[in-house]
């Protein structure tokens, strides 16, 4: 974890509401794991004041990026600016995504939207291969299918309105591949970002399945290190459950730590 | 240039802590910043046994500052001492432990608990806290009931006792009079104001808790009010808080009448802002030529 004034390289409209951004970070850069995420303050921003929490996408040499979807004033403000601008980003910061190993479990990545950001590095560094399911509202909400087919995975595309893909939710052809009686001989992992009803959906189909899946959740964040327990979820111990922070002790759980009936 | 106050018996390098419930434990920062620079870590409140905390979402940002409904999640006096004190002790900085209860006795007895450890600075009494059922602010804004906890904390500890005055109260001197009367060897003023926000599209409260408590700059005229209103009341130090950006900030706190002073929401979106405010005081001092921070307290200039 490092605090770092990191440079805007680049800035760019992806599709529709997605932007990528590039920042030079030469400290944090290297350090960056699977599923870990950057808190970025918004400079422009005036009387917003707090940080904002992203996943982070891509690292090459010194820099590092990331996948965002404009929602709000924050990622509005960023959205507007420009290379050559500046940044304040405490990274890396979390518990990513563990790496399957090569010869190991087969990986099944499920994305939901701009969850599909969060996982790129982790299909980049997996010596193990699989498949990517990603689901989208629409054709625009299906992000960077290209980068992942040129490292090796085959992308299964879902849209809601059928526009891109398969129509339907992601779960689907997720549950089909996982019930396919070819695919019982197979040791499957699955590793999930994206809405909560979606990786909610994707606990109970690795439970059902006696599978186990690591999902990477997104929650509400303030001070991003631990300190201010706004992030929290509920989550096992020993005889019944404590709040842990996504900031700290996740953003990835093990799907099965997690109490469903808890959360709100 | 003398940076060093002193807060009854506990002496800090310089007059910069940070507010409890922003700072965590102090290890959590201890990455980003070098503790040893503070004049004191305040921590998390703590009662006697481990708290879960409300449900979520427990903050929301607002214009200028945040709300927070947090509901005092921590891991109880045992859970602390285990899990977080060997770091606070190997530090060379003083540590002021925030406690609370939901009873006098309670109070008493993790006062009790915390001067049988050894090695601790200060406590600080929080009788503000707004987002509990029992406890926190119900002390703060009874002035029979603050002045028993005081009293009973008094009677616990020989350890500096510092009282988190509630900013939800009238007019604050009685108050201030009636923890300094009750053996509070200073007061932290202030703690979070009851607030609330509201999601228009879904017509429900941004918090979980319904309201919850304002902090950030958007505070910091009223809390440097509060600090003018207990200085001119009380003979016992004060420590200034709300909204502290800067040392700009933090000077108008000791104006005001502060002899120290705690950055709070400032650490959750800039880390370094108390190393910052320590730097900045240093430099106006210089500017000043003023050679001992004590000068600066209470050194408005309110007669035309």
Not at chain 1, 105 to 127: C, H
Not at chain 2, 170 to 176: G, L
Not at chain 2, 280 to 302: A, C, H, N, Y
Request: hydrophobic share 45%.
């Amino acid at each position: 974890m490092l605090e770092q004034t990191a440079h805007i390289v680049s800035n760019e409209r992806d599709t529709d509401f997605y932007f990528r951004i590039v920042l030079h970070a030469p400290q944090i850069a290297p350090l960056i794991q699977p599923g870990q995420f950057a808190h970025v303050r918004v400079t422009p921003l005036k009387d917003a004041l707090l940080r904002r929490p992203f996943s982070i996408f891509q690292v090459a040499g010194d820099a590092f990026s990331i996948l965002y979807k404009t929602v709000g004033k924050g990622t509005d403000a960023l959205s507007r600016m420009r290379a050559g601008e500046e940044l304040s980003v405490i990274a890396p910061l979390g518990h990513g995504f563990t790496v399957p190993k090569s010869g190991g479990e087969i990986p099944l990545l499920v994305a939901g939207g701009y969850g599909m950001a969060a996982m790129f590095l982790l299909a980049q560094r997996s010596p193990q291969k699989g498949i990517v399911f990603v689901g989208g509202r629409k054709r625009v909400d299906i992000l960077c299918e290209k980068e992942f087919a040129a490292i090796g995975w085959e992308v299964r595309a879902t849209t809601e309105d059928g526009s891109h893909g398969e129509r339907g939710l992601v779960t689907q052809p997720l549950l089909a591949e996982i019930r396919n009686p070819k695919s019982e001989i197979r040791n499957y992992k699955l590793f999930a970002c994206g809405p909560t009803p979606m990786l909610k959906a994707v606990a109970k189909i690795a439970e059902e399945a006696s599978v186990p899946a690591e999902l990477s959740m997104d929650e509400h964040m303030c001070c991003g290190v631990g300190v201010c327990l706004t992030c929290v979820i509920p989550v096992k111990t020993g005889d019944g459950w404590e709040y842990q922070r996504t900031c700290t002790e996740g953003p990835v759980f093990d799907a099965r730590q997690i109490v469903w009936e808890a959360t709100k | 240039m003398n940076l060093s106050v002193k807060i009854g018996k506990l002496t800090m390098q310089n007059p910069v802590t940070v507010a409890s419930g922003t700072f965590g434990y102090g290890a959590e920062y201890s990455r980003l910043i070098d503790l040893n620079l503070l004049g004191a870590v305040t921590v998390k409140g703590i009662r006697l046994n481990p708290v879960r905390g409300n449900t979520t979402p427990r903050t929301a940002e607002v214009a200028s500052g945040m709300l927070n409904a947090i509901g005092l999640q921590g891991p109880g006096v045992d859970g602390f001492i285990k899990k977080y004190w060997p770091f606070l002790k190997s530090l060379k900085v003083p540590t002021i432990i925030n406690i609370w209860g939901t009873t006098v006795e309670e109070y008493a007895e993790v006062a009790r608990r915390f001067d049988a450890l050894g090695g601790v600075g200060a406590l600080e009494l929080n009788v503000s806290c707004p987002n509990i059922k029992e406890g926190g602010a119900q002390f703060g804004t009874d002035l029979k009931l603050l002045a028993q906890v005081v009293a009973a904390c008094r009677k616990a500890t020989r350890l500096p006792l510092i009282t988190k005055m509630s900013p939800n109260v009238v007019s604050i001197a009685p108050f201030a009079r009636a923890a300094e009367d009750a053996g509070s060897d200073a007061l932290a003023i202030t703690n979070s104001y009851p607030a609330m926000a509201i999601d228009i599209e879904t017509r429900k409260p941004k918090l979980a808790n319904v309201t919850g408590g304002l902090t950030g700059p958007a505070i910091k005229p009223i809390a440097v009010k509060l600090v003018w209103d207990a200085a001119r009341a009380v003979k016992i130090p004060i420590i200034g808080m709300g909204g502290i950006q800067n040392a700009d900030d933090a000077i108008e706190f000791l104006m005001a009448g502060a002899t120290a002073v705690a950055v709070g929401t400032a650490n959750f979106y800039e880390p370094q802002t108390p190393l910052q405010v320590i730097a900045g005081i240093r430099e106006f001092m210089e500017r000043e030529k003023i050679r001992d921070i004590r000068e600066l307290t209470g050194s408005v200039q309110t007669k035309k």
